[in-house]
């Protein structure tokens, strides 16, 4: 099969959909790898690189969708390139169809097929192609609170861990999923007081079992949360309601109780916040602060660190690709049935019933396509 990808061209996206490694495993299974010129420039990764592991470099993003069966990528295809999506053509990337109407209706005209990296779900519920940008997030929180409780950042003037003779900060992660307790491995490590709150009591038994003495459990509601927050340097927020806008959890008037200089780093700002005061921001102007308390709620936190996030991320695709391209979307999706899930339009039918519904567009259940195979 042809595999081709293109350089990312939405803003400040600096991740690459394939690395070298991945191109050298395609190459070997008799597949011809096409990389757009300076792909993987954002991610640390030259042309040359790619080449000697088997692939061709091309020069334009047209020369890229013109040749490709299959077009990998990291985030959906932006207007601009709307045109250049082909018939029967496989698009393997994050889409988040329900917030983008246009992109939608674009996808349906070009007849192509979508499969959604964010939609892809295995039996247990897990999304594993999101699995990985949520560690990078939860990991990065702690890196960024720690930062910005410097002074001269807006912070409290705290280390987190302290040092012999003096306490450690407080840090407490509201929602102990992957985010939050990968947030709390790295707040651990650096010597904090950390506490996870969940409503999940199954969850807080497992974090409680795994994670060191310097982690706490304890049921998320109002007041507990009251009761901490005068208390604590860090707050982050890793909440997630599936399907649902996230939980306000902190409150504006909670601010007046939080000492000067705490730190909130809101990780599910792309859900909404469960901070109430929390707006999104960017990675050129990540933070605010409303009275006194400094507010960090970058929306693609992993865009900062591409070198890492393209290899978490391709780490858990490049099996998929694999398998994609040695036996087509139709069989993959039999032998892997979360690839199914991912499948969001097919030949211009709308098969995700979400994005049918948001958009009031018919839909077509996936297995009109995949059954007779
Ligand atoms: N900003 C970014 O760059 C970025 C990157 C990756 C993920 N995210 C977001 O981070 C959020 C968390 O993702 P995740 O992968 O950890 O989700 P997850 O499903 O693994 O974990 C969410 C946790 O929240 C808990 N929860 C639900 N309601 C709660 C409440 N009222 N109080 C406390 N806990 C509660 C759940 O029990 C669960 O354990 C999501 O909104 C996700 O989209 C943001």
Redesign the pocket.
């Known amino acids: 099969m042809h595999v081709a990808v293109p350089k990312e061209i939405k803003n400040n996206e600096n991740r690459v959909a394939l690395t070298p490694a991945g191109a050298k495993e395609l190459v070997k299974m008799g597949h011809s790898v096409f990389v757009q010129q300076a792909a993987g420039e954002g991610s640390g990764f030259s042309d040359e690189t790619y080449q000697a592991a088997g692939a061709e470099i091309l020069p334009t993003i047209e020369s890229i969708y013109e040749i490709g069966e299959m077009i990998l990528k990291v985030k959906e295809p932006i207007d601009q390139e709307y045109h250049l999506v082909r018939e029967d053509q496989l698009l393997f990337t994050y889409f988040h169809f329900a917030s983008n109407e246009p992109l939608t209706q674009a996808m349906v005209q070009s007849k192509a097929v979508c499969m959604a990296y964010e939609t892809v779900e295995k039996p247990d519920k897990s999304l594993p192609l999101?699995?990985p940008?949520?560690e990078v997030?939860?990991r990065m929180a702690v890196q960024k609170g720690a930062n910005y409780l410097e002074k001269p950042l807006g912070g409290r003037g705290i280390l987190l861990g302290g040092v012999p003779g003096t306490l450690p900060a407080k840090v407490l992660i509201?929602?102990?999923?992957?985010?939050?307790t990968q947030a709390a491995w790295m707040a651990a490590g650096l010597g904090a007081d950390v506490i996870i709150?969940?409503?999940?009591l199954p969850?807080m038994r497992y974090l409680s079992d795994v994670m060191p003495k310097n982690v706490k459990t304890m049921m998320?509601n109002e007041y507990n949360i009251r009761n901490l927050i005068p208390s604590t340097d860090l707050i982050i927020g890793?909440?997630?309601?599936?399907g649902a806008k996230?939980?306000h959890?902190i409150t504006r008037d909670m601010l007046q109780y939080m000492l000067p200089g705490t730190v909130l780093v809101d990780?599910?700002?792309?859900?909404g916040g469960c901070i109430e005061t929390c707006q999104p921001t960017t990675h050129e102007k990540p933070t605010y602060t409303i009275d006194g308390v400094l507010h960090y709620c970058?929306?693609?936190?992993?865009g900062a660190v591409p070198y890492t996030s393209t290899l978490a991320l391709t780490n858990a695709t490049l099996p998929y690709v694999l398998e994609l391209a040695d036996n087509g979307w139709e069989h993959s999706c039999i032998r892997f049935p979360e690839l199914k899930s991912g499948l969001n339009i097919i030949k211009g039918d709308v098969v995700y019933q979400a994005v049918a519904e948001t958009f009031d567009l018919p839909y077509v259940p996936v297995s009109y396509y995949t059954n007779h195979h």
């Open positions: 999101l699995v940008m949520s997030a939860g509201l929602g102990g999923g992957i985010v939050g709150m969940d409503v999940s969850r998320s890793a909440v997630l309601v599936p996230a939980p959890l990780v599910a700002v792309d859900q970058v929306a693609n936190m992993p």
